[in-house]
């Protein structure tokens, strides 16, 4: 079963998810613990702020810059809990905010001063706040900068994100699961795989980052952050491309459809460069496909469909 794709509903499912972060973390401590009475009087702040957070918008602004500011004088595991619960209310705002952002007002704002600098450049809380003037708007848009978000434009909308780049500064401090999600969070936020149903990536970086949460779920079966790696594998990404980035070009009359010359040679790229002995379906699956391509002059054949539907049911989440 193939999976709809679409940037703001794809990225907002992954991160709306509220998921309760007191589950027991049993992966390898990376770092030595801190004295127990600093580490505890932190990690008691924080909490503090943290439960101020669900209701007060300032609080949530301290939490996040004291967790930037003391993480390191925390242990491993209360580090990766006080970066999840951080993360969580986060989502939370989110969705708050995205839907204060999504008003005609708003919308219009942005699209005018977006505009004026070019579509093409990457839109800057610096330069927004410096020539917007409506108060409402420029409210929202200080509100979103404190709380750690990023603008994203995307099929005529612009919308809030988490900015993970910042998350990688708690990386040295919390758990190898967290990690590795953190590195996975921080690719999308950075650049998103698709926009307006096309990719913005290459197909050698969306290769590697299917593969990367693929890899993750494999090695972390049990960390808090697996279903929500698990609900941002595309695997129809992988195989069939997205709506304006296809796999294989349209039909023809004769109602045959060949593989995409860049996509086989990141195909072939990648099975070349496999670590001997690595275990992953996805790539296994790549190969089988390539062989059979070889065999069908680069059409897209039936017994193909058939093996790509076998392992997207494999990863569904349906």
Known sequence: MRKKSSVKIGFLAMTISFTTICATLTTPQITLAAPVSASK?????????????????????????????????????????????LENLQKIRLADLDQKMYTERFQKVLEEAHSNIGYEQKLTYSYLLKVIKDPAVRKLLQEAADLGFKLET??????????????????PYVKPDIVAYIDIMAAESNQPTTSDAAFMITWDELIRRTLEKEAFLNNFPNSNRTSAVDSSLYVSYLFYGSDNSPTYDWYTEEEIRTVDPEVKKAYEKVVANREPNSKSILLDTVEKILHL???????????????????????SND
Not at 293 to 312: A, C, F, G, H, R
């Open 41 to 85: 009087a932190v990690y008691h702040q924080f909490q503090i702020y943290w439960k101020n957070a669900a209701k007060s918008t300032s609080s949530l602004i301290q939490a996040r810059k004291y967790l930037l500011n003391h993480i390191d004088e925390v242990s491993p595991w209360q580090a990766t809990l006080m970066t999840l619960q």
């Open 154 to 171: 995307s099929e005529g909308l612009y919308y809030p994100i988490i900015n993970y780049e910042v998350y990688k500064k708690f990386q």
């Open 293 to 315: 391509l070889d065999q069908s002059n680069d059409e897209l054949t039936p017994e193909i469909k058939e093996i790509i539907e076998y392992v997207e049911n494999i990863f």
